[in-house]
Every structure is written in C-alpha cells, then in structure tokens.
C-alpha cells in the first residue's frame, strides 16, 4: 500500500467525493443536492470545485440528464470503495467472537496471581475460545507500565497502580496474609501466638518487590524479626518445602486456601497487622474499548471475583 501523503491530503475536502459519488447516482445537480440535504447552489460550487480537481468535466448534459465523462467513470468505482470503507470503519459494530476468533493474549503476572487465574482462565478459554492462546509472564511494577506502552503486554495484573491517564484500572481484590503449616510437623493449633510467629522457622518468597518485602516492613514497625530458614523465588517452591518439612510460612490467603489442602497445609490467621497492596487489573487507554480485550478483563474478574 503505497504511503499516505497527510500534507498533499490536508486542504482537500473530503465531502467533495460525497458530492461526486451522489452525482453518479443522481446524474442530477438538483437530485444529488437533495440527496445530500444541502441546497442546489452548494451542489453546483462541489462540482466546479471537482472539475478543477480532476482537470475534467466529469459530468455533462445529455437532454435532461448530466451524464458521466470517460474520466468519471474512471473515478466512480475507486471512490465508491474508497466511501464504504470509511463508512465500514465509522458504523464499525462488529463484536469479539470467542469461538471462532484466533490471537494470542499477553499478560503480566505477579507470581501468585498467576497461580490463582491460570489454570481456571485456559480450562475456560479451552471450552469457549479454542483458538485464542494465552502468554503468561512475571512481571515486577518497575517495568508493568513500560511493556504495556511498548505492547510487549495486553494487560497486567498484580499490585501494580497508576494514576497516568493512559492507563485503565479495575480493583480485582484487596489481599490478606495467612499463616500456612503442615499440622504433622508443627504441633500449632487454629491460632498463632505472635511469639510463636517470630520463633518458628519460616519459609518465605524472596524477591524483590514481593512479601518479604511487605513482611519486613510490617515487622520493624513492632521490632520485630522473623527467623528466616529457607527461602524460593516462587510459590510453588515455599509450598513444597512447608509440606514436606517443619515450617511456616505466610501467603495470601486466596492462594493459602486454594493451595494448601492440595499440599496437606493447615491455615491460620496471622497474630499482626499486615498491610498488602489490593490486586487490580491495568491495561492501556488503547485497548480500553477493543471487544476482545473487553471480554478476557470479564472473564477475569468473573473468575477472581469467584474466589
């Protein structure tokens, strides 16, 4: 497609193709004004100013009608392509079919989340969308909004907030913490004291920007410390190592309760106040409106709201 040319485009009226294509269905100045709402001196300006456009005289009288030159016709089917298809793009309504449709979504995780959504959002894109993939990928606030610009990611979904205008937010939840422990290893009943919490071995996700952070920061805040004896960069990891040895280790509750009776884990509440960034969902003003983009932000809220 050759490149357009914005500036040669600029001082041209667009209306004046309206004009032109009415002409060729009317053959009338008084029938094609009418057919365009305006008055019939407009109509006849439209077409002097075409006819020194084109360098022709693209319509002449024949008896009573105004019949088309070689050039005109040469015009006609062009610029009848050229007005359905802005006036396909401006009543454009057509809606994102799941079932049939074929693309790939990308979407930016914080690790638990993606635990949380995944393997409920395929098992339902599987039944309702078998076309449309999913890419997942870990993702830290630092660079969310980066990769959202560069369209690196479709959607992000974690502790991530931003007030910029060009992004679109939605609260999926608001986080609480528990305390998770395999209940043949650690003689611990429903509840935790606070000095029990500090003196047991713990195993937490360490990483950047993640709830050894969170936990830290709640901690000094009463001076306290916890005795850190194993760590893993993800979930999964702090999850194998409670069930398998005399651990505890604090989590969201969501994943807590959705995780720990598959690992044999008992959950209790955590003996503090701990303040966790809420859950939201980002996108850009970009994909705001697109029908696909709408319908997979509903299927995830549908299902984190569910839990």
């Known amino acids: 497609m050759q490149p357009i040319d914005h500036f040669d485009l600029r001082n041209f009226?667009?209306?004046?193709?309206?004009?032109?294509?009415?002409m060729m269905h009317e053959r009338s100045v008084t029938r094609a004004a009418e057919r365009l709402k305006i008055r019939q001196p407009a109509m006849s300006h439209n077409l002097s100013l075409l006819r020194t456009l084109f360098q022709d005289e693209l319509f002449v009288r024949v008896g009573t009608a105004m019949q088309p030159t070689a050039r005109a016709q040469a015009l006609a089917n062009?610029?009848?392509?050229?007005?359905?298809?802005?006036?396909?793009?401006?009543?454009?309504?057509?809606?994102?079919?799941?079932?049939?449709?074929?693309?790939?979504?990308?979407?930016?995780?914080?690790?638990?989340?993606?635990?949380?959504?995944?393997?409920?959002?395929?098992?339902?894109?599987?039944?309702?969308?078998p076309g449309v993939r999913l890419h997942g990928r870990p993702v830290q606030q630092r660079d969310v909004y980066r990769m959202l610009d560069d369209r690196v990611l479709d959607l992000a979904i974690g502790c991530f907030d931003s007030q910029a205008q060009r992004?679109?937010?939605?609260?999926?939840?608001?986080?609480?913490?528990?305390?998770?422990?395999?209940?043949?290893?650690?003689?611990?009943g429903e509840t935790i004291s606070l000095?029990?919490?500090?003196?047991?071995?713990?195993?937490?996700?360490?990483?950047?920007?993640?709830?050894?952070?969170?936990?830290?920061?709640?901690?000094?805040?009463?001076?306290?410390?916890?005795?850190?004896?194993?760590?893993?960069?993800?979930?999964?990891g702090v999850l194998?190592?409670?069930?398998?040895?005399?651990?505890?280790?604090?989590?969201?509750?969501?994943?807590?309760?959705?995780?720990?009776?598959?690992?044999?884990?008992?959950?209790?509440?955590?003996?503090?106040?701990l303040t966790v960034p809420d859950v939201s969902l980002v996108w850009t003003a970009q994909e705001d409106n697109h029908p696909a983009s709408q319908w997979l932000r509903n299927e995830i809220a549908d299902i984190l709201g569910r839990m």
């Open 167 to 188: 992004y679109r937010q939605q609260l999926l939840f608001e986080q609480s913490l528990s305390c998770v422990f395999h209940p043949d290893m650690m003689a611990l």
């Open 195 to 236: 000095e029990e919490y500090l003196n047991l071995p713990h195993a937490l996700v360490s990483l950047s920007e993640s709830l050894h952070g969170c936990l830290e920061s709640a901690l000094d805040a009463v001076g306290g410390k916890l005795n850190v004896a194993a760590t893993s960069s993800e979930f999964l």
């Open 13 to 22: 009226d667009l209306n004046l193709l309206i004009a032109f294509d009415a």
């Open 240 to 273: 194998g190592m409670i069930a398998n040895a005399p651990l505890i280790a604090t989590l969201p509750t969501r994943m807590a309760r959705r995780y720990g009776k598959a690992f044999g884990l008992q959950v209790a509440p955590v003996p503090m106040t």
């Open 78 to 129: 062009p610029i009848a392509q050229a007005l359905s298809a802005m006036q396909a793009i401006i009543h454009d309504t057509s809606e994102f079919d799941p079932a049939h449709d074929q693309r790939i979504f990308r979407m930016g995780f914080s690790s638990e989340v993606e635990l949380l959504l995944m393997p409920e959002l395929a098992s339902r894109l599987r039944q309702q969308a």
